[in-house]
């Protein structure tokens, strides 16, 4: 069975950083794009980062500059390298399997990790 699994994550104070690893299990993690996706409290899941097989990293603008995304092929593992964290990116933050053609798209996610930015 493939699975997502996700560690990382907490809290911490605006400017601070975290970083989040995704861990594949049942499948290769090369051979597929990526995404990170989060969903903040009341609001609906929103793409934040994608990443392309060989390693081409996509971004929202809100978190370009201070987030990257990173894969490691031959250690099944997807991280999310999160700087100057600021109130508005608190939220649940989810790996995902790429699914189809747009990179909104998804077909296979991590349990999740909640990132709270507070002081």
């Known amino acids: 069975e493939a699975q997502l699994v996700q560690s990382g994550g907490g809290m911490v104070q605006p400017g601070g950083s975290l970083r989040l690893s995704c861990t594949t299990s049942g499948l290769t993690l090369g051979m597929f794009d990526m995404n990170w996706v989060r969903q903040a409290p009341g609001k609906g899941p929103e793409w934040v980062s994608g990443?392309?097989?060989?390693?081409?990293?996509y971004y929202i603008d809100p978190v370009m500059g201070r987030f990257t995304i990173s894969r490691d092929n031959t250690k099944n593992t997807l991280y999310l390298q999160m700087n100057n964290l600021q109130p508005e990116d608190t939220a649940v933050y989810y790996c995902?399997?790429?699914?189809?053609?747009?990179?909104?798209?998804?077909?296979?996610w991590g349990q999740g990790t909640q990132v709270t930015v507070s002081s």
């Open positions: 995902a399997r790429r699914y189809g053609n747009s990179w909104s798209g998804s077909d296979l």
């Open positions: 990443i392309t097989i060989v390693g081409y990293g």
